[in-house]
C-alpha cells in the first residue's frame, strides 16, 4: 500500500481542527447554516468526531475534525488520526486549528491511520486523502509511514508464512530494493561461528541463520541487531497456550530494525549500515537444547542454560558478538525480549539501556519530538553477580524473577565491549487494542526516535532527514 499525500492541485475540502473548548468561538462569523447543521449534530469537538458541512447547494465544503483539548491529546498521539475513518472518501487540506509543531505529528498520523494488513482477507483503507501541510518535509513522512508499514507487515504475518527462511527472503528484497549487499549463513555452517544461534534453532525442521546486511560506501559506522524468533514455543520450557498465543510476534525486534533500517536508505542519510538478524524458530525436538545445558558462545563467555524460554538473549548474544568485533560508532539492538519489560512499562512505551549519557538523552528528546515515546531503564551493575551462576560465565535465566529487564539487558551488555555506544530496546512491537493511526496487531517501537537522534549522535551532515 503507498503512503502517499494527496497532489497539492487536488481539489480538496478545507478541514478545521476544532478544539472542546474552542467550538463557539471558531461559530462565530460562520454561515448561520454551518451554526445550525453543528449544533443539530451534537459534534463538541472532542477527539474522534468529525463533520461534513454542506454549501449552499447541499454539496460538502468544509469539515471539522475533533481535535479535544490539550490535556486529552497529552494522554495519547497522533489526534487527527482519530477523526480521519469517519471523514470518509474526499482529499482534505487543514484550514485552521492546528498547533504549531504538530504538523509532522498529525500529517505521519493521517498516513498511517491509512494501514491496513490485507494478506489474508481484503479490508479498504480509510480513502481520506491529505495534502501535506505546509512547512514540513512531506516526502520524509512519507518514507517514515512505508518504514512503519514494513514492520507492522512482517510482525502481523503468522509463523506459518514468516520463519526464518521468509524473513530472509523479506531482508533480500529490501537490499536489492536499495542496493544492499547481504550475506546469509544458515543450518550446520552457523555451529562454528555462532554456536548459540545454531543451538536455539536447530530442533526446528527450517533452519536457523544468521542475516547480515550493508550499505552505504561513506559515513559513521551503525549497526542495527535484531531479535528474530519467529516462533517461540519455549522449547522444553514450553510456554503455556496463553503465553505463546502471541508468538509469531517474537521477530518484532528483527521487524524494527528492517523498518528503521528501510528509512534510513530511502532518506540516503550519509553512513554506514549493518543490519544483523539471527533468525529461529525456537521448536521441541529430540535434538532441542535442554535447562542445564552449558553454550560456548561466539565471544568465548559460556552461559548456563536455566530456561529454555530465554533464548532471544541467546542469538542476539552471538550476532552483537559479531557486531562488536569491529567496533560501530553506535550499536543498537532491538528485541522483544522480556515480559518484565511490560510488566514495568506496559504496551505502549517502550524501555532502552545505555551508558553513553548524549545518546540517552538524544533518544528520549527524538522520542518525544517524534510521537515515538521511550523510557530510560539503568544498566543497574549491582544486579551483575545475579547473571552469573558460578558454573559458567552467564546464566540465561536468573532465579528469583526481579528485574528481568534489566538482568537482560546486563547480559546483552556483556557481548559488546570495544564499540563506543551501545542501546538496547526491549520492545513488546504490539498494538493490543486500536489507537489514532495505531490499529491493533503489529507496530514500531523506537525506529522514528533512533532514525531522529541519529545527526546528532553519529554527527551526521544537514540532510534535512
Known amino acids: 500500500m503507498p503512503f502517499r499525500f494527496a497532489d497539492p492541485t487536488t481539489a480538496s475540502l478545507p478541514l478545521h481542527l476544532i478544539e472542546a473548548d474552542g467550538l463557539a468561538g471558531w461559530l462565530e462569523g460562520q454561515p ?82 491509512a494501514y491496513r494488513f490485507t494478506r489474508y ?31 507492522r507487515d512482517l510482525v502481523n504475518t503468522p509463523a506459518s508464512d514468516m520463519g526464518p527462511q521468509e524473513l530472509e527472503d523479506a531482508a533480500r528484497a529490501l537490499a536489492k530494493e536499495f542496493s544492499a549487499q547481504i550475506e546469509v549463513t544458515a543450518g550446520t555452517e552457523l555451529e562454528q561461528g555462532f554456536p548459540m544461534i545454531h543451538t536455539v534453532g536447530r530442533a526446528s525442521t527450517r533452519a536457523p541463520r544468521l542475516i547480515d546486511m550493508r550499505w552505504g560506501k561513506a559515513g559513521p559506522t551503525l549497526t542495527l541487531v535484531g531479535k528474530g524468533v519467529c516462533f517461540d514455543t519455549g522449547g522444553l520450557n514450553l510456554k503455556p497456550g496463553s503465553s505463546m498465543g502471541l508468538m509469531k510476534k517474537d521477530m518484532g525486534g528483527a521487524a524494527n530494525v528492517l523498518g528503521l533500517a528501510r528509512a534510513i536508505m530511502a532518506l540516503g542519510l550519509p553512513l554506514r549500515l549493518r543490519v544483523l538478524i539471527p533468525a529461529v524458530e525456537n521448536a521441541v525436538a529430540g535434538d532441542a537444547f535442554r535447562p542445564q545445558d552449558i553454550l560456548t558462545s561466539r565471544k568465548g563467555l559460556t552461559v548456563e542454560i536455566n530456561n529454555t524460554d530465554a533464548e ?61 515515546p521511550l523510557w530510560r531503564m539503568p544498566f543497574w551493575e549491582p544486579y551483575e553477580a545475579k547473571i552469573e551462576p558460578g558454573i559458567a560465565d552467564l546464566d540465561n535465566a536468573p532465579a528469583g524473577g526481579m528485574a528481568g529487564s534489566i538482568t537482560a539487558a546486563l547480559f546483552l551488555r556483556r557481548f559488546v565491549t570495544d564499540s563506543p555506544r551501545y542501546a538496547h530496546f526491549d520492545i513488546y512491537a504490539w498494538n493490543p487494542s486500536p489507537l489514532p493511526a495505531r490499529p491493533k496487531g503489529g507496530v514500531g517501537q523506537g525506529p522514528r526516535a533512533i532514525r531522529a537522534a541519529l545527526p546528532e549522535v553519529l554527527g551526521l551532515c544537514a540532510t534535512g532527514a
Open 312 to 372: 532471544g538473549r541467546l542469538v542476539l548474544a552471538d550476532a552483537l558478538a559479531l557486531a562488536d568485533e569491529e567496533a560501530p560508532d553506535l550499536i543498537v539492538s532491538m528485541a522483544t525480549l522480556t515480559g518484565a519489560a511490560r510488566v514495568a512499562l506496559g504496551a505502549d512505551l517502550a524501555p532502552f539501556y545505555t551508558d553513553d549519557e548524549p545518546l540517552a538523552a538524544a533518544l528520549a528528546g527524538a522520542g518525544a519530538a517524534q510521537a515515538d
Open 32 to 113: 448561520e447554516a454551518w451554526r445550525g447543521w453543528v449544533e443539530a449534530s451534537g459534534f463538541s469537538g472532542a477527539i474522534g468526531e468529525a463533520l461534513i458541512l454542506p454549501g449552499p447547494d447541499g454539496a460538502p465544503s468544509a469539515a471539522l475534525a475533533g481535535y479535544g483539548s490539550a490535556a486529552a491529546r497529552r494522554r495519547g498521539r497522533f489526534a487527527l488520526a482519530a477523526a480521519v475513518a469517519r471523514l470518509g472518501t474526499g482529499t482534505y487540506r487543514i484550514a485552521s486549528g492546528l498547533p504549531a509543531g504538530a504538523a509532522a505529528e498529525e500529517a505521519l498520523g493521517w498516513l498511517l491511520a
Open 121 to 151: 482477507a481484503g479490508s479498504n483503507g480509510t480513502g481520506a486523502q491529505l495534502i501535506a501541510p505546509e512547512g514540513i518535509n512531506a516526502a520524509r513522512v512519507e518514507i517514515l509511514a512505508e518504514a512503519e508499514a514494513l514492520t
